[in-house]
């Protein structure tokens, strides 16, 4: 239920009809596709290459969904898809973990040359019309080059970047959950007991076993 905080703290500015494209299907990018219909979307997007997510986006949040290892140019995709225009709003749900441009993971991440890798925020600044709105929620280190920024500027986007609200979020969301719009149970893949907590973070930090979002059971006293 976090990400549908941070997507209603970040853009509620979104207008009714926009088209939506969320980069990462993970717990995050997920409960934010689900939110932008919600929020009046008339189109909503999820891009990944775990085709698991995939799978969950199109059942769960039910977007149209990419798989950005099928495609020579992801961002072209993009533009052809919405008519050249770009997308309304797009949203950055993976951070500097990113996954897709081997050349920026490997000088950035890996090198540590700056806090992690850009391509998803990149992407979402291409993906986007002018005048766009790019919201991120994914996390980044303290230091970071190699973004876009001049290309942002240039097309007058707007970017949102926040925190999540909690406390003024809560009523919305208990809300959605007592009408049924929201299930959070639904993305809960796997139980994990709390003594076996290191186990259950390798993984959902490797994304084995088709995890999405693990809970910790606290053993009975």
């Known amino acids: 239920m976090t990400a549908t905080g941070y997507f209603g703290a970040q853009l509620g500015d979104i207008v009714e009809g926009d ?4 980069f990462g299907a993970g717990p995050v990018g997920l409960v934010a596709a689900k939110s932008a219909w919600l929020m009046g979307a008339g189109r909503v997007i999820v891009i990944d290459h775990l085709d ?3 799978e969950t986006a199109r059942t769960f949040a039910h977007a149209e969904t990419y798989n950005f290892t099928e495609y020579g140019d992801i961002v072209l995709e993009m533009k052809k898809t919405t008519d050249w225009l770009g997308a309304d709003v797009a949203i950055d749900a993976v951070g500097a973990e990113a996954d897709g441009n081997f050349l920026q993971h490997v000088t950035s991440a890996k090198f540590k040359l700056q806090g992690g890798s850009p391509v998803a925020l990149n992407w ?3 993906s986007v019309r002018k005048g766009g709105t790019i919201s991120v929620m994914g996390a ?5 080059s190699a973004v876009k920024f001049g ?5 007058g986007l707007t970017i949102h970047t926040n925190q999540c609200p909690v406390k003024r ?7 959605h959950v007592r009408n049924g719009y929201l299930r959070p149970s639904e993305l809960a893949t796997h139980r994990v007991p709390l003594e076996d907590i290191a186990e259950g973070y390798h993984i959902f930090s490797a994304k084995l076993d088709g995890c999405i ?4 059971v606290p053993t009975a006293a």
């Open 19 to 22: 088209v939506v494209v969320v």
């Open 52 to 54: 698991y997510r995939l």
């Open 124 to 126: 979402a600044i291409d």
């Open 140 to 144: 980044y280190g303290p230091l970071f």
């Open 151 to 155: 290309d942002a500027m240039n097309k």
């Open 169 to 175: 979020q809560w009523p919305r969301l208990f809300e």
């Open 213 to 216: 979002k693990p809970l910790v």
